[in-house]
């Protein structure tokens, strides 16, 4: 089984027990407030059922967005629920609106304290707050700020009830007004979570860059590493909770291709290991003479090294300065060095092919003096390759 389908299955289970008990604490509330005549509890119970209607679209978005890439979303489809933490965000500020204005303007002088709503409310703070640590623990362990959000909705509606019970309490001491200011309490404390949810989440889906103490982190775990030095240009963006990260690491300029493809790996691994919210890290290698973005701070022109003839170009003016040494000088994998905005090559030759007796370091000689007739070599080694 895949990460992706775990972390669904989890979030899917965790949503179905909340949504359960969403349900049956609402309807408890609301008939009880019914027969209570307290418009708060009432109100509060309504609360809880929003948070079913929460935990619906949660269930269908944790099931989408858990899919992995395919063409069309070739970084998955995270971004599905942050866009669904959006509009539940959207749905409570509504909610809070709706229960602000039913406050004001519903005759709350014959609430009255009664057992049963004592006892919903009671229950409701109890399993309301077991259903936060629940669903956050899983929400922290699959890294998904849609579950903490329900998570914090959650613990929103033991909160409220806290204010209900406070309310009918003024009210069984002849407050009659203290039943109104309980559910204006409750829409407060609705819309206020409801505003940071929409606000974290717009900062998401706009490419907000995460916390900068834990791109530091993540600057020092691959800063830890042998042969790789100063990582720099790091961009980081989220989705649902999930870090995609690209950045700059030098390595030694001696190092080959393949060496600076390994270390890339070595540093993306490393990284995922440390920190597991981080999903993807691409990795741009630099030699440890120049930072490769400076060069691009150049408005005015072409980059210095960008001016230096490409592969083909040099393949073709070795083949034609070169065409008297052809028959020992492998001219193909001839190796080029760009750096310090200079071009060093290093020239293949095969010893065996060459006449019997000849002088290698005249033969050598003869190649570099051919070699400086080009104006854009600044130094050129040949290394001979000796038969088995």
């Given at each position: 089984m895949t990460t992706l389908k775990k972390e669904e299955d989890i979030a899917k289970r965790v949503t179905l027990v909340g949504a359960v008990w969403d349900a049956l604490l609402g309807l408890a509330k609301i008939v009880a407030g019914y027969f209570s005549q307290?418009?708060?509890?009432?109100?509060?119970?309504?609360?809880?059922?929003?948070?079913l209607v929460t935990d619906v679209f949660v269930y269908f978005a944790s099931a989408n967005s858990r899919q992995g890439p395919d063409e069309n979303h070739p970084y998955g489809h995270l971004r599905f629920e942050t866009l669904t933490t959006v509009f539940l965000g959207m749905v409570l500020i509504v909610v809070a609106f709706g229960i602000g204005y039913e406050a004001f303007n519903a005759d709350s002088s014959q609430a009255q304290l009664t057992w049963y709503g004592l006892t919903a409310i009671l229950v409701t703070i109890a399993v309301k707050e077991a259903i936060f640590h629940y669903t956050k623990k899983a929400g922290d362990e699959i890294g998904s700020k849609m579950l903490v959000a329900n998570a914090w909705?959650?613990?929103?509606?033991?909160?409220?009830?806290?204010?209900?019970?406070?309310?009918?309490?003024?009210?069984?001491?002849?407050?009659?007004?203290?039943?109104m200011v309980a559910s204006v309490i409750v829409a407060l404390l609705i819309g206020k979570m409801a505003i940071s949810m929409v606000w974290e989440n717009l900062a998401e889906l706009v490419d907000t860059?995460?916390?900068?103490?834990?791109?530091?982190?993540?600057?020092?775990?691959?800063?830890?590493l042998k042969h790789v030095m100063a990582p720099h240009d790091v961009r980081a963006r989220s989705m649902a909770g999930k870090?995609?990260?690209?950045?700059?690491?030098?390595?030694?300029?001696h190092a080959s291709v393949s060496e600076g493809h390994y270390l890339g790996d070595l540093v993306a691994y490393t990284i995922k290991k440390a920190h597991s919210q981080v999903e993807d890290v691409m990795v741009h290698v630099d030699t440890d003479e120049t930072i490769q973005t400076d060069s691009f701070t150049h408005k005015s022109g072409k980059p210095p090294h960008l001016k230096l003839p490409a592969r083909h170009q040099?393949?073709?003016?070795?083949?034609?300065?070169?065409?008297?040494?052809s028959a020992y000088v492998d001219i193909p994998n001839t190796r080029l060095h760009y750096l310090n905005n200079q071009l060093d090559l290093e020239i293949i030759a095969q010893s065996a092919n060459t006449a019997e007796g000849a002088d290698l370091k005249?033969?050598?000689?003869?190649?570099?003096?051919?070699?400086?007739t080009t104006n854009y070599i600044n130094k050129a080694t040949v290394l001979w390759a000796f038969p088995e």
């Open positions: 307290s418009q708060a509890l009432i109100a509060d119970g309504i609360h809880s059922l929003s948070d909705h959650s613990r929103s509606d033991a909160l409220s009830s806290v204010a209900v019970l406070i309310g009918l309490i003024g009210v069984y001491f002849g407050y009659g007004w203290a039943d860059a995460p916390d900068p103490k834990l791109i530091a982190q993540i600057k020092d775990t691959a800063n830890s870090i995609y990260l690209d950045m700059h690491i030098h390595v030694p300029s040099i393949i073709a003016d070795l083949g034609y300065l070169l065409r008297q040494h005249q033969l050598t000689a003869r190649i570099l003096q051919e070699l400086q």
